[in-house]
């Protein structure tokens, strides 16, 4: 029989997991705010909500750090407290790929995107964001199911694990349309490695996302 997770805790681990969530996805609003400035080329905020990424990301490893360190060592748990830190890990590289992708548009002086890649381009970063909103869903969902186990429960955080997956392929399918119309186009060699560069660290926030949801399928399996 499962113990209750609430029972062995003052503090249910995902109550932290949650708010760890909720960082990456204001974090997610933020850069995609950072985006739009950027590719408009006039707007003048796209280092101030850097910065505001680069807070939001501290902020999440704070929170992090707390998470890591409210896992007494010999406690008993229903989930392996190494799954947690796995999962967590993934979670918060989503904001390590967010912070890579604004440092790497920021060393180019000049603002915008190629005329010919903006479409694309923003199909990318909106496919990006989905899976963002769905990793918040599922913890958010995964902390009722850690308390309560039942099997509806956990059907609903399954459901959310298979949408991410769809939309991290679709989020791969927007990375590759950019690369490729990247590559076939008469930009200059700097600009072609540059927005390769972009557009395969963008994608990997997909990745990262899907990556916990992988690790949170593991917990739910236990």
Same mark, same amino acid.
């Given at each position: 029989m499962r113990i209750p997770f609430l029972s062995m805790f003052m503090t249910s681990p995902f109550d932290g997991l949650q708010e760890h969530a909720e960082k990456v996805? +204001?974090?997610?609003?933020a850069f995609q705010q950072a985006i739009e400035c950027h590719v408009t080329e006039k707007c003048n905020s796209f280092e101030k909500l850097r910065q505001e990424v680069i807070t939001l990301e501290s902020e999440a490893d704070a929170i992090k750090r707390r998470? &890591?360190?409210? @896992?007494? =060592?010999?406690?008993?748990? /229903?989930? *392996?407290k190494f799954q947690i830190f796995r999962y967590l890990r993934e979670q918060d590289s989503v904001l390590d790929a967010v912070e890579d992708a604004l440092d790497w548009i920021s060393f &180019?002086? *000049? /603002?915008?995107?190629? =005329?010919? @890649? +903006? =479409?694309d381009f923003f199909l990318l970063v909106d496919a990006v964001i989905e899976p963002i909103e769905e990793l918040s869903?599922?913890?958010?969902?995964a902390r009722i199911y850690?308390? %309560?186990?039942? %099997?509806?429960?956990r059907d609903i955080v399954k459901k959310i694990i298979q949408n991410l997956r769809q939309k991290e392929h679709e989020a791969d399918k927007a990375e590759d349309a950019v690369k490729q119309k990247t590559f076939n186009s008469d930009l200059d060699p700097v600009t072609v490695f540059h927005m390769i560069r972009l557009s395969e660290t963008i994608g990997s926030i997909? *990745?990262?996302a899907e990556n916990a949801g992988d690790m949170m399928r593991a917990m739910l399996s236990n």
């Open positions: 996805k +204001e974090c997610a609003w998470i &890591r360190g409210h @896992l007494p =060592k010999g406690t008993m748990m /229903p989930v *392996d &180019r002086s *000049d /603002p915008g995107i190629p =005329k010919l @890649l +903006e =479409k869903k599922m913890v958010a969902e850690f308390k %309560n186990f039942s %099997n509806k429960q997909a *990745d990262h």
